[in-house]
Every structure is written in structure tokens, then in C-alpha cells.
């Protein structure tokens, strides 16, 4: 079991910036695919971003050139940078685990509770 504990979310300014964490407790950190998805009122929840064990990034076309996904092993702690926001980045964002590549929800085996950002111009 992997459990996870997002925080970080917030009320920002439209153009500002946020930075989101997920601790990570239980098995073997290092060894997961750690991603961040996004699920706004209404809407499916969507792939954001994901960094697999050895570092390797990909992103959502939506927010490639504004968000950084990163982790720190020895903190067991991925990190979801996220800067020039935009009102419709308003979601809940979510931290999931897993093994499997691919951007689908079914990819990751264990999910956080979510942290709410909200984006007003």
C-alpha cells in the first residue's frame, strides 16, 4: 500500500504561481510512477503530469511550458510547480501512483485526496 497526502493547493491571482507536494508513505517510493491528474466540477479527471522512477517527464499539452513536475526520493515527495496560471487551471489536483505507463486514470494503482486550486482574474 502507498498512501499519499496532497497540499499546497490555494486561491491565486490569474498569472500567478503555486507549488503543490505529495508525501508519499508506505512501499518503496522510488520504485512508482508518480503523476499528477486534475478534475475540475463537471469534467472527467484529466492527465496533468507524470515522472517516472528515474526522473523522465511528460505533460499535458495544456500546461507544457507553465507546470514542472519533479520529485525528491529521499523525501518521498513529488512536487507539481505551476506557474502562470490560468482560471481554467482550476481543478482539484490529485496525486496518483503506479507502475503502468500512459496518461489514463487507470494507470495509477493508489490515489491521494486531492488539494483545491481555484484561479480568479
Known amino acids: 500500500q502507498v498512501q499519499l497526502v496532497e497540499s499546497g493547493g490555494g486561491l491565486v491571482q490569474a498569472g500567478g504561481s503555486l507549488r503543490l507536494s505529495c508525501a508519499a508513505s508506505?512501499?518503496?517510493?522510488?520504485?512508482?510512477?508518480m503523476a499528477w491528474f486534475r478534475q475540475a466540477p463537471g469534467k472527467e479527471r484529466e492527465f496533468v503530469a507524470a515522472?517516472?522512477?528515474?526522473?523522465?517527464?511528460n505533460y499535458a499539452d495544456s500546461v507544457k511550458g507553465r507546470f514542472t513536475i519533479s520529485r525528491d526520493n529521499a523525501k518521498n515527495t513529488v512536487y507539481l510547480q505551476m506557474n502562470s496560471l490560468k482560471p481554467e487551471d482550476t481543478a482539484r489536483y490529485y496525486c496518483?501512483?503506479?507502475?503502468?505507463?500512459?496518461?489514463?486514470?487507470?494507470?495509477?494503482?493508489?490515489w491521494g485526496k486531492g488539494t483545491l486550486v481555484t484561479v480568479f482574474s
Open positions: 515522472i517516472s522512477w528515474s526522473s523522465s517527464t
Open positions: 496518483g501512483a503506479g507502475v503502468v505507463a500512459g496518461q489514463a486514470t487507470s494507470s495509477m494503482a493508489y
Open positions: 508506505g512501499r518503496t517510493f522510488s520504485g512508482y510512477r
